[in-house]
């Protein structure tokens, strides 16, 4: 059984920064891929940013247009860990934030992690 815990969302202002954390745990294979993916209301889920585990090269990453030069995703392979870093947050980056893993043909998603941005 795969597991995946988000945490670091919450209401922050225009310009600020915010940091998402992803824990997986359960059986999960040193080669996978992890990322986010956000919700805003009344739109489908979209990609926001997705990293391979990398084991010998370093992981690759892969950033929806929206995000690319704001929001970093990075990872620990020890941790089974995923985060992505935030900065200049615009009111349109409003969203619930999922994690999600790909491990061994199956897709696992996070409960989803609110994050408000105020004008």
């Known amino acids: 059984q795969v597991q995946l815990v988000e945490s670091g969302g919450g209401l922050v202002q225009a310009k600020g920064s915010l940091r998402l954390s992803c824990a997986a745990s359960?059986?999960?294979?040193?080669?996978?891929?992890m990322g986010w993916y956000r919700q805003a209301p009344g739109k489908q889920r979209e990609l926001v940013a997705i990293?391979?585990?990398?084991?010998?090269?370093?992981?690759?990453?892969n950033y929806a247009d929206s995000v690319k030069g704001r929001f970093t995703i990075s990872r620990d392979n020890a941790k089974n860990t995923v985060y992505l870093q935030m900065n200049s947050l615009k009111p349109e980056d409003t969203a619930v934030y999922y994690c999600?893993?790909?491990?061994?043909?199956?897709?696992?998603w996070g409960q989803g992690t609110q994050v408000t941005v105020s004008s």
């Open positions: 999600n893993l790909l491990n061994l043909g199956s897709t696992y």
């Open positions: 359960g059986s999960i294979f040193r080669i996978n891929v």
């Open positions: 990293i391979t585990s990398g084991i010998t090269s370093g992981g690759s990453t």
